[in-house]
């Protein structure tokens, strides 16, 4: 008996010693480890394309719970597609609704010609049945209410058939009916809803939209902001006042909040600086027709007082052409405005028509239907009521379990505020059975459907100290990392970088005017310090190749890395090919033009590229060197006792929005300790100081734009798909920050470009080119136009025109581009992506294209075998 | 007494109101939040405060408040920060979590806290009494969520005893949702520890050498009948309104605590509602927080006639 114990015990022991063997090779398997779910084959068939006979594809299946465990800052608390306001929430959006159309990674079963699978996209219908049918030669004689241009042949109506399939998850089907009612609520003007400006602003825009929205009301636009006339625009009329060419009112916006002037107003400034910066001899007979809205009509009278107030005194720099920025339109909008006459109707029980107000078409009207705007009628009305005695409505639809109804992958099941909310399958999506939602996995070949995670469980997570132990303890699927984080975890194989689109760049302070007024001020030491070299060409060259971004990056920025041109690495100028600006050969010129690189000197365009590294110590020195002599020429600085240095310390003041943090000082001793080194051995050496400023708030851009503050690292984000639109931020005056001492409708570029087929010389302001390359039709100085926008001009000319702007302004050396902004992740050892390579569209693909490891069963064993039930990155 | 409290209270709708008028007044007077003028969405940012009746002259506003909360008690609907929904719902809603985690904190630290305390006093200058103290004084320094990180750190992520997080859900009373506030609940009682300990060793060391205590001992009693029967008893006049003060207070949250352990309390209500100009949420905090504040100390004050009947609140005699 004893012995046939011990034989069982020995047995025993064999197997388990085994078993341990097995499943310390499967936890040494790396990045992913084997996979503990089982599939079964399923028989699908689809066809690839009108040509190619039908395939017949296995489907993988999953088995098992995938959940996914995620973590937010701060808990959505209303996901109503017309009334949310922040991007938390509109965390919840992913999983319970669905665009009219979806973008998707191009594989073998959504192939797009000339790329290979997974480097583009594809766009497809999602809650739409079809793409989207130009309508517009159609919809334009049967319905002039909606005022389609008379020489429109299309691009401004669409009809779009919508998915048959697609219901809300109690079943309840999702027709025309649902997107006019979900449209007429949106812009019901009695509820004021904060989603309407998306759909009656900006590129898509429903005809006659703001005419539903605000009627009985009148509104005040900003015209420098928004529509750009200029005063030629404008007709007088027989009462003497003058209107746009569609009727409305104009007036001068003296006590007006202005865009350009960040919400200060005229009254504002020429009461703080009065006779120092204006010309203030008009202004008290000028400021005495001020209405309660702070408007002046526009009369020959008013216009006569008005213009010299900004053009009369050199200190405000500015001309009869800058006059545009302080007009305001006023707009009475008709009452009973009936939603028949808005752009979007039902042609069709499963059919709606869209009639924009401006043309669009491609990509970006599929772009603009990836969102979606519908509500449930029923759950929305109840939910929808009066606050107190107000004028105001209020909604607690999509706030809670019970007032939410999904139509996407998955559903609420539970939500409770401020903590947690979870998301399980939603059985009736479509998408689960149309035969669309899967794809070709790039590793194995097999084909998967997708949406593995079967749960979304999202709880609160303020501290990040806290998200990383759970990350560690295998109870979150993503990390962000931190600052301290990076050194340690930076080259795990789980780290995963995003970048993004922004670029960040020191804008310098080059307004001569405004830093002389400082100077001048009293309790200023000029023996001391100086603020005028900074003004310098030179001195501001030598600091831009002062800095290595690099390491600067890897100091102050772990998760970003150097930037070179004022547009980032992740533009797209094409969205059907996904090529990115950065990549083209004009782009590249332009950063080898503005680092002075001979590209003669390298084999390649790209090995030029290459060499780029914004850092030169050496040319730094020399043009400190440089700086300080045409300083002292220029009386900024003096060196009394000839010792060839500096008796000032040139002082830049850093601008905070803030009281200056912990990482904030770390930024300005960097810049400052780095700053000595190269200074070292130059006339500048210890005398040159950055400096953090008092906290401005959101004062800051104000303050830097008006040349009250030195410099910030700031930066643009624009749309990832329009590298274009990005060139209006550096050559507005209205935006750029360099306005009041770089005047791009003053400076006279030209270039060679093709004008109807001939290859032309054309000089153009900066303004102009910029304005043209976006679409308006400029007048050039021998009467010719022009216009360079997208469909009207090649997309390779467009690309020259962007690379000289971005070369013309670089050269200005008022923008210093520091840094590409990204992020650093690690994402769980329980799930990989199927793509490794970041796409600007999809990124990963996210929750889409997530493939686990381990079911949950399997991933709480294989944490708790871990040692300390730790897992190890 | 009667008339006393009657005072007190009359006393404190008069405070209550000039309280509410200036805190009403005060936080519209604050700037609106600021959006980019070129967003769009100002527009109907702005539209809804007119709307809402925010341009309306602040007394006009302050009219339409009270009659709002005495015709119809309404406090108003969120207009920020729970957009739509009624602040006094999402006040009730989140109320449980504050209440609990703080009452568990003080039902378990009161009782040690008073015991280490009478323990010290009762052992004064012994090196168990600077053991007590030197601890209680580095408890009261370091800043609560210190205790935090590291009862987080070691219990649960080290040890793996308790989650890292408050359980979801509102079960408060299963015992998994026990288990899971524990950290918060440790966390939160070492500072009310240590003040209980500080305070009755002081109270008790300073009654334990009182006259009355020798004249005790020297009638026969023995020092534990003396310490028990008298010197506590003493003690207690100014221990018993700190733990009404307690647990009034454990309504009011903690803003870090509750953040560190996702407990979903009302800690961070009032600081959000100032930072997103949520002024009905505001209002309903202010004016619920002022009561519960007035309240305790009309209780606190009368509470020590109770315990010390030569205590005459108000009597002229």
């Avoid at chain 1, 900003?222 to 007036?251: C, E, H, I, L, W």
Wanted: a negative charge; glycine letters at 8%.
């Amino acid at each position: 008996m004893k012995n046939t114990t011990k034989k069982l015990l020995a047995s025993v022991l064999a197997l388990m010693m085994l078993v341990s063997v097995v499943m310390i090779a499967a936890s040494c398997g790396g990045n992913k480890p084997v996979e503990s779910t089982t599939t079964e084959s399923t028989q699908a068939t689809e066809t690839t394309g009108p040509d190619t006979p039908p395939v017949e594809r296995v489907i993988e299946t999953f088995k098992g719970d995938f959940t996914y465990k995620d973590s937010v800052g701060t808990m959505a608390t209303n996901w109503n597609p017309h009334t949310y306001q922040t991007t938390d929430d509109s965390y919840p959006a992913d999983f319970l609704r669905v665009g009219l159309y979806g973008f998707i990674f191009n594989d073998e079963i959504h192939p797009v010609e000339g790329k290979e699978a997974y480097k583009g996209y594809k766009i497809i219908p999602e809650m739409a049945a079809s793409m989207p049918v130009d309508v517009t030669e159609a919809v334009k004689s049967a319905h002039p209410e909606f005022g389609i241009p008379a020489s429109a042949t299309k691009g401004y109506a669409y009809t779009i058939d919508l998915n048959p399939n697609a219901v809300w998850e109690n079943g309840e089907k999702i027709n025309a009916d649902t997107y006019v009612y979900s449209m007429r609520r949106l812009l019901a003007p009695e509820l004021l809803n904060y989603r309407a400006q998306d759909y009656i602003t900006g590129s898509f825009v429903i005809a006659n939209g703001d005419k539903y929205y605000y009627q009985g009301t009148t509104n005040l636009s900003d015209n420098g902001a928004g529509a750009g006339y200029t005063k030629a625009d404008f007709t007088k009329g027989d009462d003497g006042f003058y209107y746009t060419p569609d009727g409305s009112q104009v007036y001068i916006g003296l006590d007006f909040p202005l865009d350009w002037t960040g919400g200060d107003t005229l009254k504002d400034y020429v009461e703080a600086y009065g006779s120092t910066y204006f010309d203030t001899s008009t202004w008290e007979e000028l400021s005495a027709l001020i209405d309660e809205d702070g408007l002046v009509a526009m009369t020959d009278a008013s216009y006569e007082l008005f213009l010299p107030v900004i053009t009369g005194n050199p200190a405000w720099g500015e001309t009869e052409g800058d006059a545009f920025n302080y007009f305001v339109i006023k707009t009475v909008y008709a009452s009973d405005y009936d939603f028949s006459n808005v752009g979007l109707y039902k042609s069709g029980e499963y059919q709606i028509t869209i009639v924009f107000a401006k043309s669009l078409a491609g990509f970006q009207l599929l772009y603009n239907l990836t969102s979606n705007w519908i509500v449930n009628e029923t759950l929305y009305e109840a939910n929808l009521s009066k606050v107190g005695d107000t004028d105001a409505w209020a909604s607690t639809y999509n706030t809670s379990v019970e007032t939410t109804l999904s139509y996407g992958p998955y559903k609420l099941v539970s939500y409770q505020k401020d903590k947690s909310m979870r998301f399980e399958r939603n059985d009736t999506w479509y998408g689960y059975t149309d035969g669309e939602h899967i794809y070709v996995d790039p590793e194995d070949g097999k084909t998967y459907p997708m949406y593995q995670t079967t749960a979304v469980d999202c709880q609160v997570v303020s501290e990040a100290a806290t998200r990383k132990l759970m990350f560690l303890k295998g109870q979150l699927m993503t990390y962000g990392l931190q600052t301290e984080d990076v050194a340690q975890y930076r080259n795990s194989d789980y780290t995963l970088v995003s970048p993004s689109e922004t670029i960040f760049f020191f804008i310098f302070n080059g307004y001569k005017e405004a830093i002389d007024g400082r100077e001048a001020n009293e309790g200023f030491d000029t023996t001391k310090f100086d603020l005028q070299t900074m003004t310098l060409t030179s001195f501001r060259k030598a600091v831009a190749v002062t800095y290595d971004k690099e390491a600067m990056c890897s100091a102050l920025f772990p998760d970003c890395s150097g930037g070179y041109g004022l547009i980032g690495d992740m533009y797209i100028y094409d969205p059907d090919t996904g090529a990115k600006y950065r990549d083209t050969d004009q782009a590249k010129q332009a950063l080898c033009d503005f680092y002075s690189v001979d590209v003669s000197k390298f084999d390649s365009l790209d090995d030029a590229v290459e060499s780029i590294t914004g850092y030169d110590p050496v040319a730094a020195k020399e043009l400190f060197k440089q700086a300080f002599d045409e300083a002292i020429e220029a009386g900024f600085i003096t060196d009394a006792d000839n010792d060839g240095k500096s008796d000032q310390v040139v002082r830049v003041e850093y601008c905070c929005s803030s009281a200056v943090t912990e990482k904030m000082q770390q930024r300005i001793d960097y810049l400052n300790e780095k700053m000595a080194d190269v200074t070292k051995g130059t006339p500048f050496e210890g005398k040159i100081e950055f400096y953090p400023s008092a906290p401005y708030g959101n004062d800051w851009s104000t303050k830097i734009r008006t040349g009250l503050s030195d410099t910030i690292l700031a930066g643009w984000s624009g749309s990832a798909l329009d590298p274009f639109g990005l060139s209006d931020l550096y050559v507005n005056p209205n935006r750029s920050y360099d306005a009041k001492w770089f005047d791009a409708t003053k400076v006279s570029v030209t270039m060679n470009v093709p004008v109807n087929g001939k290859a032309t010389d054309v000089t153009l302001t900066l303004k102009d080119w910029s304005d043209a390359l976006n679409g308006t039709t400029v007048t050039g100085a021998n009467g010719t136009e022009y216009n360079f926008g997208e469909d009207q001009a090649e997309v390779e000319t467009r690309l020259s025109i962007l690379a000289k702007i971005e070369s013309t302004v670089l050269q200005t050396y008022d923008y210093i581009p520091m840094i590409q902004d990204g992020s650093l992740f690690m994402l769980t050892q329980q799930a990989y992506y199927v793509i490794d390579d970041y796409n600007p569209i999809l990124g990963r693909g996210g929750i889409t294209y997530l493939k686990y490891n381990y079911d949950d069963a399997a991933w709480n064993a294989y944490v708790a075998s871990q040692p300390d039930g730790t897992l190890s990155y | 007494m009667l008339k006393y409290t009657l005072q007190r209270i009359v006393l404190m709708f008069f405070t209550l109101f000039i309280i509410t008028m200036m805190c009403f007044i005060l936080v519209r007077m604050l700037p609106p939040v600021e959006i980019p003028i070129e967003d769009p969405h100002s527009v109907v940012i702005a539209q809804r405060r007119e709307a809402m009746g925010y341009n309306k002259p602040y007394l006009v506003q302050f009219g339409i408040f009270i009659k709002d909360i005495f015709t119809r008690f309404d406090w108003g609907i969120s207009d920020k920060l729970y957009f739509g929904q009624n602040v006094a719902d999402i006040f009730i809603e989140k109320l449980p979590a504050t209440i609990i985690v703080n009452l568990y904190s003080i039902i378990l630290s009161i009782p040690i806290g008073i015991l280490l305390g009478i323990w010290a006093a009762l052992k004064k200058n012994t090196w168990i009494d600077h053991a007590i103290s030197t601890l209680t004084m580095v408890v009261i320094s370091v800043p609560s969520f210190v205790y935090a990180f590291l009862i987080q750190y070691f219990l649960s992520y080290k040890l793996g005893w308790f989650p890292f997080l408050m359980k979801g859900g509102t079960d408060w009373f299963s015992p998994a949702m026990f288990v899971s506030m524990l950290p918060a609940v440790l966390s939160l009682s070492f500072g009310v520890i240590a003040g209980f300990t500080r305070t009755t060793r002081a109270e008790l060391t300073e009654v334990l050498t009182s006259e009355f205590m020798l004249l005790a001992r020297t009638k026969g009693l023995t020092r534990r009948q003396a310490t028990v029967r008298h010197a506590l008893k003493n003690c207690m006049v100014v221990v018993v309104p700190a733990i009404f003060g307690e647990f009034i207070g454990i309504m009011s949250g903690s803003l870090i605590i509750e953040k560190i352990f996702a407990v979903p309390g009302v800690g961070s209500l009032y600081i959000n509602s100032i930072n997103g100009r949520d002024y009905p949420m505001f209002m309903m905090l202010t004016v619920f927080y002022t009561v519960i504040g007035l309240l305790a100390s009309i209780v606190v004050d009368i509470s020590y006639g109770f315990i010390d009947p030569r205590i005459r609140m108000g009597s002229k005699k």
